[in-house]
């Protein structure tokens, strides 16, 4: 999952622009979203960074470097320093702030869960230092990625350090949610390698060998289920029930599905000053993303020129140039794979919404969550 | 580390062709030794084979493949159905050993530690996929390393979802020493990947440039590390006091150290045959182990030699001749590096028993944990 983001007025924003505390609420975000994620941020950061502190120096340097807290020479990174409020290094804490806001909505004390939530937040950091090596992408969070400068090794390594890290520190946590906590989110790790590994697997594939029910298999392992265990953790941490546990989990990965068809569609169509990456990346690169394989599977005419755009690129261009993406784009919206997404990604919505309603029926007590979930799903690129 | 063994007669055995349960014991590993490895398989490989069960599919094939309990076509390998007690798969089991005899040595239940031996047994199983995908080794246990068959993704994500497993097992054991456990097992992963940091780092500098003292660090954090562990945690379900456990963990790092440099001398002048790899293959791939670097800062000509050797290997010869790996060899055995490694071994194992000594001073308690040190150290190669 990448870490871009949108306002209603149309423009999507990448992680680091928005959200600085003090500023001014955006239109759409809703000043509740944006203050729980501010207030996340606060209480998590310095434990993270406390963590990562704890590293053998030479898997530190690239950790504090992945999370935007140093360059690459190990000097300082802008607003790194007494930042753990802002957005503009470490990632927009949609995970923690998850945590957070669950312990809360079930009766339980946040501040508790601050070390789950720093769990949590580790772990996706550890999968994107992997899954970058794996994707060979070269741009994260407007940054080159780790082992772009430090190299496949140390950035396999130093993942493998954030997975310890993570689960050294549930392990070290006197709270009785503990364990639990921890065999659920080595759980999640296991999805999050299958999701992974069917990605690769689907990216190898014809455009016409992958099917949308196995997309969407692959989208809740890679994404929702993290969600999903970000909010099962919260609950867990609250005390709550097995069933109210699996209810926010489920509640989480819904929530990430939209989030995922949101990002899909943004990853096509997003401003690219605002993602980071270069317009219609992901059709350049012929990623088999979620509205493209709606697309493919429409049975219109738009979905033959997509398959034909898929299957054979311009001569020359290995990844496909601007305007071949620009074709593959309007054939994407054409065979109505934009359309699909935002409806599918409204109908996640609601399941989810629904998921939550089970367990937090007051609507009071919900609406932290709810707010959230809002705020990643309401981006209209 | 590699996994090769000895026996007194001067050969080197690799894995899996020792052991067998029913079959002699060999002269020079002592029945003792033998004795607790093969009731470790016996208690431990059907832990581990319902733990790997439990993996998502796609990685638990690779799992499997890499375990050497299943083909790369997914066939059950040879010996491998039924077969908790042999070495023919699953490596020797010298790690979980370790941790059920620490357990016994103060004054434990074994049984009740099988989880944590579990545990360090899949860590060092995710250790040794990830590794082999950052040194290109080709080889592990006679049989082509998970990447070459599986591709780089596949070994990474494998290795990801063991460590994963190995702490879910710590979580979810309800043994009041569990929550220790896991935060020393995630503290060992991390220095597990610092001495493979370091192990990458030392072979990107020339044979001039490396320090005796930096190999032996990086073969402390990247071999004694996790035998340490393996005896600290052993001691921690034992329920032993804080000075004990460290006492164990010296132990175990001592007599990693010991193996690592019996394990050096092996990789030299080991036999083809037995250890599954060619002759020398360590000096044709310019490997700086301890032997290596002791011979070169030796200060004598044979040190020069080796250096020039190092420095310029034949023409068109990429990883060096086989000529020339016995031209190194023979420089080696000349500046010393050969008797530097075993005193430096036998050094090794004397502190490993000072350590022992200190935590459990009753030889008879001792007497297993003594027999496993010298198991892995009495190797003659």
Known sequence: MTDTTTDTAGTVHAEGHILEPGGPDRAGEGPEAAGILASARRLVHPELRRAIETLPGSLRRVALYHFGWEHADGTPAAGSAG????????????????????????????????????????????????????????????????????????????????????????????????????????????????????????????????????????????????????????????????????????????????????????????????????????????????????????????????AELYDRPPPGAAAGTPEHAERAARAVERAGGRDWAQAHAADRMSRAIGQLAVAVPDPEAAGGLLALAEFVTRRTY
Chains 1, 2 share one sequence.
Not at 172 to 194: K, N, Q, S, Y
Request: hydrophobic share 45%; glycine share 10%.
């Open 83 to 306: 930042s753990a409020g802002s957005a503009g290094s470490a990632g927009k804490a949609i995970r923690p702030a998850l945590v957070l806001t669950a312990a809360r909505a079930l009766g339980g004390d946040p501040a508790e869960a601050v070390r789950a939530a720093a769990a949590v937040e580790l772990v996706h950091n550890f999968t994107l230092l992997h899954d970058d090596v794996m994707d060979r992408d070269t741009t994260r969070r407007h940054r080159p990625t780790a082992w772009t400068v430090f190299g496949d090794a140390d950035a396999i390594l130093t993942g493998d350090a954030l997975q310890a890290l993570a689960q050294r520190m549930l392990a070290e946590d006197p709270h009785p949610g503990a364990p639990a906590a921890a065999a659920r989110l080595a759980t999640c790790v296991m999805e999050l390698c299958a999701g992974q590994h069917a990605d690769c697997a689907l990216e190898r594939r014809g455009p016409d060998e992958v099917t949308l029910d196995e997309c969407l298999a692959m989208a809740e392992a890679k994404t929702g289920a993290l969600l999903g265990c970000a909010c099962a953790l919260g609950a867990v941490y609250a005390g709550a029930d097995l069933d109210d546990v699996d209810s926010l989990d489920g509640f989480g990965r819904e929530a990430g599905l939209a989030f995922q068809l949101i990002d899909d569609v943004i990853g096509i169509w997003g401003d690219p000053r605002r993602t980071g990456k270069p317009a219609g990346a992901d059709l350049a690169a012929r990623k088999k993303s979620l509205p493209v394989v709606a697309a493919l599977a429409s049975g219109t005419p738009a979905a033959a020129e997509l």
